[in-house]
């Protein structure tokens, strides 16, 4: 009679520990179903079509700095907020990585790190439409980079989204 006691015992234990096992897994698949809806579905991302284009850009040494002087000119088939710009200091260099917002002197707004072309929460610069962007900085660039940036509707929130597919590059020459 021993015998079978401790039989059924671990029987029970094996039992505890599936049905413990088996919560767990129950409970982990509705927390992730919880989770999804924090999610968002759709991408951040702008609408095909959205471009810029370096149309003209100065840069001269004034005094101890460099003035760079930009015309921006929208290319694009939809109406952009501001952009992203980044320079190289470095002729061998391919990519540029110093960001250029907080030298900003005339022609924008800084946002973040971005540039707006007017202060507000809307798509300013109109297609075909142009405007100079003047920065002051303390040394010497070689490379241009530049990523439109626009205000999205998105799930009925206003998002500033950075379109990378209308990027746009220059080599510069600050003499």
């Known amino acids: 009679m021993l015998k079978r006691k401790k039989g059924k015992r671990g029987i029970s234990v094996i039992i505890g520990y599936l049905l413990l096992v088996s919560f767990a897994i129950i409970i982990s698949g509705m927390v992730y ?3 999804k809806t924090y999610v968002p579905t759709e991408k951040l991302e702008c609408p095909d079509g959205v471009s810029i284009y370096i149309k003209e850009a100065n840069c001269s040494l004034n005094g101890t700095n460099y003035i760079l002087e930009l015309t921006l000119k929208n290319n694009g088939r939809f109406n952009i907020a501001g952009f992203y ?3 190289s200091n470095d002729s061998s260099q391919e ?3 110093i960001n250029l917002a907080d030298k900003i002197n005339d022609g924008g707004v800084k946002f973040g790190e971005t540039i707006l072309f007017n202060i507000g929460n809307s798509n300013t610069l109109k297609i075909n439409k142009e405007q ?3 920065f002051i900085l303390e040394e010497e660039i070689f490379l241009l980079s530049i990523i439109p ?3 999205n509707e998105i799930e009925g929130k206003t998002k500033y989204v950075g379109c ?7 080599l510069i020459d600050c003499s």
């Not at 990378?164 to 220059?170: I, M, P, S, V, Y």
């Open 132 to 134: 100079t962007i003047t």
């Open 33 to 35: 179903v919880w989770m």
């Open 95 to 97: 990519i540029a990585t």
């Open 164 to 170: 990378n597919n209308g990027k746009a590059r220059e």
């Open 85 to 87: 710009i980044h320079a």
């Open 149 to 151: 940036t626009r205000f």
